[in-house]
């Protein structure tokens, strides 16, 4: 085989950081914000965020080039129309800040080469920390948690209120829910029905400010706990909804396990999310972040089937899906 070095440029630009870690600096100092006040060169702006004027400037030349800003013929700097998106004024600056959570999260990727060889999170490696203890150590990333999720639910949500019966239901807990996004959308549909969010302690916090936001919170409370050590008991449905995509097989057979200890003879409604239609070709590169981030990865119904049968459940019904999301029932199989 004879390479075609002709398509050397193409592959050096696929392979190439400068770009996606330029942008990712300008996020992290604010430069998008500075320009926008009026700061409006390379000396300038240094000045302005206490940093070294020549690797700056060579930052701020290939901003240019990318169309983040536009430059005069006199080195004024103005903002454009991609530039604004790194502004305070939306959540993307945050997002892509080196410096903040969401940063650690995607900087795991650089160290994907450990995940290859060893089958385990970069992320673990990286901070000496797991994610998920990151996040239950630090209420910060809790919050800066809380700031991204939408208070309302995405990704075909709607399904869970018309797929699933809850008439017969009057007490549910959304283990792993997060902000109570779900939950509430489940509570003002279903005004009969109260509830509780149940999640890592800090995270539970954010799911009170959405219930109360709401006016939801005489109908429903958050919980904090794990659910690798145990679920409360007591409800009449437990639902899951996008938790077992971040965990591998047997962590997620663990907390399927621990939920049917809790729920008894109760319903388990399991809905999981992927980002592709699912019958299109699974995304590797969603599965890449996962795996360098909490092994989880994305699964089809009959695999999260599979894994509900290994934790002593049973299949009712018949599995629902729209979109980017599927619904499944289960019972205990005892």
């Given at each position: 085989m004879?390479a075609?070095?002709?398509?050397l ?9 400068t ?9 992290s ?35 240019v ?33 080196l ?7 995607d900087?795991?990727?650089t ?5 290859v060889r060893t ?7 990286q ?5 998920w ?12 948690i ?6 309302e ?8 209120t ?13 283990v ?9 959308l489940i509570?003002?549909?279903?005004p ?6 149940f999640?890592?302690p800090a ?16 109908r ?6 794990s ?9 009449d ?5 996008a938790?077992i ?7 997620a057979i663990?907390?399927?396990?621990n ?13 999981e ?27 089809s ?14 299949l ?19």
């Amino acid at each position: 085989m004879t390479a075609n070095f002709a398509r050397l440029p193409e592959l050096m630009k696929l392979a190439n950081l400068t770009t996606p870690m330029s942008i990712r600096v300008a996020a992290s100092l604010g430069l998008a914000d500075h320009v926008a006040a009026g700061v409006d060169s390379a000396e300038l702006l240094a000045e302005t965020t206490a940093t070294s004027v020549e690797p700056l400037g060579a930052v701020i030349a290939h901003l240019v080039e990318l169309g983040i800003f536009s430059q005069d013929e006199g080195g004024h700097l103005e903002l454009t129309e991609l530039g604004e998106l790194l502004t305070d004024q939306t959540p993307v600056r945050a997002m892509l800040d080196l410096e903040g959570f969401a940063g650690k999260f995607d900087l795991a990727m650089t160290n994907l080469l450990f995940t290859v060889r060893t089958g385990r999170p970069a992320y673990e490696e990286q901070y000496g920390i797991s994610y998920w203890d990151d996040v239950a150590r630090d209420p910060e990333i809790a919050k800066t948690i809380g700031r991204f999720q939408p208070r309302e639910p995405l990704f075909d949500a709607d399904l869970l209120t018309e797929a699933v019966d809850w008439s017969s239901t009057t007490k549910f807990l959304d283990v792993g829910g997060a902000n109570g996004a779900i939950a509430a959308l489940i509570l003002r549909t279903f005004p009969h029905l109260t509830g509780a969010v149940f999640d890592l302690p800090a995270l539970a916090e954010n799911a009170v400010d959405v219930l109360v936001t709401t006016g939801l919170d005489e109908r429903a409370t958050a919980v904090g706990g794990s659910f690798f050590d145990s679920v409360p008991s007591g409800y009449d449905t437990y639902l899951l909804s996008a938790i077992i995509y971040d965990w591998d097989d047997e962590r997620a057979i663990q907390i399927l396990s621990n939920v049917a200890a809790a729920a008894g003879g109760a319903r388990i409604v399991v809905s999981e999310v992927t980002m592709r239609e699912l019958t299109a070709p699974r995304d590797p590169s969603l599965d890449l972040q996962m795996l360098t981030t909490v092994s989880g990865h994305e699964r089809s119904e009959g695999e999260i089937i599979d894994l509900a049968v290994a934790a002593g459940l049973r299949l009712i019904g018949t599995p629902h899906r729209r979109g980017q999301r599927f619904v499944l029932e289960f019972v205990s199989a005892g």
